[in-house]
């Protein structure tokens, strides 16, 4: 992983990977593994650098879970990462602007600090209410803010 990347893991499952907005590397990075069905990378090049045109042809992939990237733009979000399966609650961690971050596996909740915009990427098509199952958020008690 990159240095200055924040991985968050649970029983050695990735769920989620903030990217600082202060991040800044050389060339290109990936930080997801090419299983992913979302990748997220990082790009840094020179004035004058260019990236070849191209075009992505068709290739069938299966989705079996949603991993969503959201990219936060004003404010101040806290997100409260859950366990899969178990949906415990594990850790929270403070966004500002300019942080990304991927959430890969296992649950999570936002809760606005301030007036806080996002961006919003996932895979589609949209299954709708199927695609989701909302729970109870951890008690305001036992949150663990880190960072």
Do not use: C
């Not at 890969?104 to 895979?123: D, N, R």
């Not at 589609?124 to 695609?131: F, H, K, L, S």
């Amino acid at each position: 992983m990159a240095v200055g990347v924040l991985p968050i893991r649970h029983d050695g499952v990735l769920l989620a990977l903030i990217i600082p907005a202060d991040y800044h590397a050389e060339g290109i990075h990936f930080f997801t593994p090419g299983s992913f069905s979302q990748q997220l990378g990082y790009m840094r090049h020179p004035a004058g650098h260019a990236i070849l045109p191209h075009d992505h042809n068709p290739v069938p992939r299966t989705v079996e879970w949603t991993q969503e990237v959201l990219f936060v733009r004003s404010g101040k979000v806290r997100l409260d990462i859950y366990a899969p399966g178990s949906r415990a609650y594990l850790e929270s961690r403070v966004l500002l602007p300019g942080d990304v971050v991927l959430l890969a596996h296992g649950g999570h909740g936002f809760t606005m600090l301030e007036p806080s915009e996002m961006i919003e990427v996932k895979q589609g098509p949209y299954a709708g209410e199927q695609d989701k199952e909302r729970f109870a958020p951890a008690a305001a008690g036992s949150l663990r803010i880190i960072g």
